[in-house]
């Protein structure tokens, strides 16, 4: 009898435009993508491990696009790098899809053919939306695993490792299944001349919306439940910097502490925090707002958490509602009060033995089941590793718009809920809106301002146990934490030390550290370092990695390519140490020192020591 395994393979690719040759319509508020464009970066991955499961099991791939006609390039080059057949979902009734409506459209074709393994990137770097691949697996009723980093498939058995906030899981499940490529599952593969010439004797098939569901009102505009009300270009201001003198390493140190002191970049704005509300609000159907809550491995709530239930707060005040804090499994008294304390009324402990460990399906099936009794007017969640895994599925499971990675919430003069979205790195930034309710955005840790918390303030503590949860498509068995907790954490942090390849190392890594440690710095790194293991991938800053806005950025040894930039872009302050003039990172810098990292930063760890009293 022969071992099952990977007969058939789908890898779910994306075209976008350049980052850098963002071009939107002023009118239909889209993309435009008449301009030069690439297959991205992250769904290239997902190519290279499709191509490598064929190699292994013997398995057919077939590369899948949904776009305009010139998406049909995207599909030859996938052919050419070792797809087997191609199909172009192609019609004017798909233009305008929002994550919701693709992911339609998408689960319509792949449910038909009997795929056992469904693959796409970790997100799509134009939008940098991760929603997809969770909807189809909840369109399709399969499980799914986000941001795979290693795979192995034994049977039926799909093993693997999923990059989380903190480490890494390790998490299986069985075929069929979807699974998201996060960017060290495999290299992307080169093509050339040749290849792309034998693709095009390849199959490459073309599918209309007629072809999937004639019904109307399911693709396009009219099949998104979001939609962008507004785009706002953001222009960065050009950088008066100063050149400090690194002939002497401790007075450039001396130097340098004096300008940022002028600058008053040691010291946070002064600014009235704001009070939390101080009246304990009931719940009110079609009001309230909710908050998916979470806690870190070491059982602590996490500052994104906090972050949206201070939001929640604020938007409670207007809707006339209360604000609801959902915690999974258990909840301390200390939590508690400090979950009242920013804001919340009640707090609500969702309880099942389906629901440990965590599963994407089973949280999602919770979570949706507790909205269709109650109702909501708004459902917030953290844009972590965990809540991009389950939030999208039970979007998909209630046909509810989800506005993923939000950097901002407002409301508009209707009442409804603005969830701002950035998209090209942070060059654009979008108004989104929703047609459905409750309306749902997942946040950036570390984006929204944390105010005073209200210690006097007492929540009411409800228990559930959703009836209708089934039993999990894939089991979390390990999790690792691979941070280093002598330095602070990166999300929300207002100084930060970031590494470049620059420091050689290692042991280059550890020096940098201990300037981290002395200022109560957070750590982050370029890509190439996160690359080369010298710190974890969840310090990777810039394009495939964090944006981060803190007030004071010192960059050693970093180049400054663009694709660290776009992750920097908000930082106020910034400091930089190259031994390269010439380097793009001092275009950018308030304060540059060219010289040796190796002199300059032992001396500025003992200066800044001084400084601040350590």
Not at 422 to 431: D, S
């Amino acid at each position: 009898m022969n071992e099952p395994k990977p007969r058939k393979i789908a890898v779910c690719i994306k075209q976008i435009p350049l980052v850098e040759d963002a071009n939107f319509d002023p009118v239909t508020k889209t993309i435009r993508r008449d301009g030069p464009a690439v297959i991205s970066a992250f769904d290239l991955r997902a190519i290279a491990l499709a191509v490598r499961l064929k190699t292994e099991f013997g398995a057919q791939v077939v590369a899948v696009t949904m776009g305009p006609p010139q998406a049909r390039r995207a599909l030859e080059e996938a052919l050419a790098m070792g797809a087997d057949e191609a199909v172009h979902l192609e019609d004017r009734a798909f233009a305008g899809s929002d994550t919701l409506a693709t992911a339609r459209a998408l689960s319509r074709y792949l449910g038909s053919q009997g795929f056992d393994l469904v693959l796409l990137g970790r997100y799509s770097l134009d939008a940098e939306t991760g929603q997809v691949g969770p909807e189809i697996a909840e369109m399709l009723g399969i499980a799914h695993v986000t941001n795979v980093r290693k795979l192995e498939v034994v049977g039926k058995l799909v093993r693997t490792e999923r990059e989380s906030d903190e480490g890494y899981d390790e998490v299986e499940c069985e075929m069929p299944a979807v699974l998201t490529c996060a960017e060290r599952v495999a290299q992307p593969l080169r093509t050339g001349p040749q290849a792309l010439a034998a693709a095009k004797e390849k199959p490459l098939r073309t599918l209309r919306a007629a072809d999937l569901d004639g019904r109307p009102g399911k693709f396009g505009f009219d099949g998104s439940p979001t939609w962008v009300a507004d785009i706002i270009a953001l222009e960065l201001k050009p950088v008066v910097g100063q050149t400090i003198d690194t002939s002497d390493p401790r007075r450039a140190a001396e130097q340098t502490i004096e300008a940022l002191d002028r600058l008053g970049a040691f010291s946070p704005q002064t600014k009235t925090l704001r009070a939390v509300s101080a009246a304990l609000r009931k719940p009110q159907m079609g009001r309230d707002v909710w908050v998916a809550c979470e806690t870190n491995l070491s059982g602590e709530l996490t500052r994104a958490s906090l972050e949206l239930v201070a939001a929640a707060d604020e938007l409670a005040s207007k809707t006339g509602g209360s604000v609801a804090a959902f915690v999974c499994g258990e909840i301390s008294d200390t939590q508690a009060r400090t979950l009242a304390s920013y804001g919340a009324d009640q707090i609500v402990v969702v309880k099942g033995e389906t629901l440990e460990p965590y599963s994407p399906d089973t949280k999602a099936a919770a979570f949706a089941e507790l909205v269709e009794e109650r109702k909501p007017w708004g459902l917030l969640v953290p844009a972590s590793e965990h809540g991009r895994d389950w939030a999208p599925r039970m979007a998909a499971r209630l046909e509810l718009g989800l506005t993923g990675d939000a950097i901002g919430l407002e409301l508009d003069e209707q009442g409804r809920m603005v969830a701002l979205k950035p998209a090209f790195g942070g060059n654009l930034v979008a108004r989104i809106l929703s047609k459905t309710y409750p309306q749902m955005a997942t946040v950036r840790p570390g984006v929204l301002e944390l105010p005073q918390p209200n210690p006097a303030r007492q929540a009411e503590l409800i228990e559930v146990w959703p009836r209708r949860v089934k039993s999990p498509l894939s089991r979390l068995v390990r999790s690792h934490r691979l941070l280093d907790e002598s330095v602070a954490a990166l999300d929300g942090a207002e100084v930060v030390v970031g590494i470049g390849m620059g420091v050689g190392g290692p042991e280059g890594v550890e020096k940098v550290k201990e300037l981290a440690r002395v200022m109560g710095a957070a750590l982050c790194a370029t890509r190439r370092v996160t690359d080369a293991g010298w710190v974890p991938r969840q310090l990777q800053v810039g394009l495939t990695g964090k944006a981060i806005a803190p007030r004071l950025y010192f960059a050693v040894g970093i180049r400054g390519a663009p694709n660290h930039m776009v992750g920097i872009k908000r930082a106020q302050t910034i400091v930089a140490i190259n031994n390269d003039p010439q380097a793009p990172i001092f275009e950018r810098a308030a304060l540059r020192l060219v010289g040796d990292w190796q002199t300059l930063v032992p001396a500025l760890t003992a200066a800044l020591a001084k400084r601040l009293g350590k």
